[in-house]
């Protein structure tokens, strides 16, 4: 897990996990919310389960490779910075003692992601990671990154299941340098001259245009067409909504008091399974027995603007 001086100095640079964000190589995070998280107006991103349990593994990850190499690695919680370019910045997860390379440890437990990795040895890995090790070659300059891989599944009559493979990614120039001028147009043409990049989803232009002048424009054709097509996907999909929501209460029944619904093989189907049990604040006892403790704590945050359609 990155200390606050670590995630400060991610603000000052472009990391190894940015590039595939910068490049379009990643699913979880835009251009544009990159973008206003360099500039300072992001919002951090809330720790999940797949980052706990990745962090968790990464000890035993690197104990593996070690055991599999013979290798010894080496924690370094140093920053570093590419000794041409001063934005490219990096944190390794372990450096490996008396040779010119890095280890990188990854833990994969979403199923549907294994398909994306290839024979063991090579570096046919998911593009972001390959890039994010490219990264880290150039900046510490290094010629080879190793990726050591747990993957981890679940099973119904084993449990856990976890398998250990090791990728190798040896520096390639050509693919650098153009990461290097991709980073680059990012981290100057964006970030410094304070210029956002296209927004591409919903939550981007609710961020991008959420101030407001208070008056109307006026629809053109076009954007009418719009408004009808939209009315009719909207209605559609409540019918389906509420088809889903017909089917979901015929086999909430069918389960009854049972947590998994399972195929003739074991295979799970379905789970229903109650959560963990969660606090929360009460807080109108809280302003009403400590109102000054409560407006202390109290923290005022800009409304978003809320999208509604007109009756057709």
Known sequence: MLTEVQKKARRQGIGGSDVGIITGHCSWKTRYE????KIGEGKE??????MRQGREAEPEIAREYEIKTGSICIIDDQTYTHKSHSFMKGHVDRLIKNQNGLLECKWVGNYDSFGQWGEEGTDQIPRNYLLQVAHYAAVVDVEWVDIMTRFESEDKLFGKLKTHKLYRYIRNYKLE???IKAERDFWVNHVQERVAPEPTTPPDIAHYYRKTNGKPIEADEA???RMQSLHKLKKEVKEKNNEADELRLEINTYMGHHDELVDCKGKVLATWKKTKTRTKIDERKLYADLPDIFNKYNKETE????FRMGRK
């Open 34 to 37: 990159l973008y206003i998280d």
């Open 45 to 50: 991103q809330p720790d999940n389960d797949y």
């Open 177 to 179: 340098e153009k990461m």
């Open 223 to 225: 954007m009418e067409l």
């Open 303 to 306: 409304c978003s603007r809320v």
